[in-house]
């Protein structure tokens, strides 16, 4: 490696899972406020099969590249 080459550091896992938190946590607040009125009487698991797929695509395609990008200064 040259002298001028930068050395890139590995991403802190700790740092990324307490930017997930940060964000998935008001994620689910939101989610449920939305999803909670519309499925009131549904058992949990069908709930749950709302919910689970639709925090799931807002994570992977939403909240993870936004912190692998934007965020990556503060890994």
Same mark, same amino acid.
């Given at each position: 490696? =040259?002298?001028?080459?930068?050395?890139?550091?590995? +991403?802190?896992?700790?740092? %990324?899972? *307490?930017? !997930? %938190? $940060?964000?998935?946590?008001?994620? *689910?607040? *939101? @989610?449920? $406020?939305?999803?909670? +009125? $519309?499925?009131?009487?549904? =058992? @949990? +698991?069908?709930?749950?099969?709302? %919910?689970? +797929?639709?925090? *799931?695509?807002?994570? !992977?395609?939403? @909240?993870?590249?936004?912190?692998?990008?934007?965020?990556?200064? $503060?890994?």
């Amino acid at each position: 490696m =040259s002298g001028n080459q930068a050395q890139s550091r590995a +991403p802190s896992r700790i740092r %990324f899972a *307490v930017l !997930v %938190f $940060l964000g998935v946590y008001p994620l *689910v607040t *939101v @989610l449920q $406020l939305i999803l909670l +009125p $519309l499925t009131q009487g549904w =058992s @949990l +698991p069908l709930r749950n099969l709302v %919910f689970v +797929p639709v925090m *799931v695509t807002c994570m !992977v395609w939403g @909240l993870i590249p936004f912190i692998q990008t934007r965020l990556r200064h $503060l890994l």
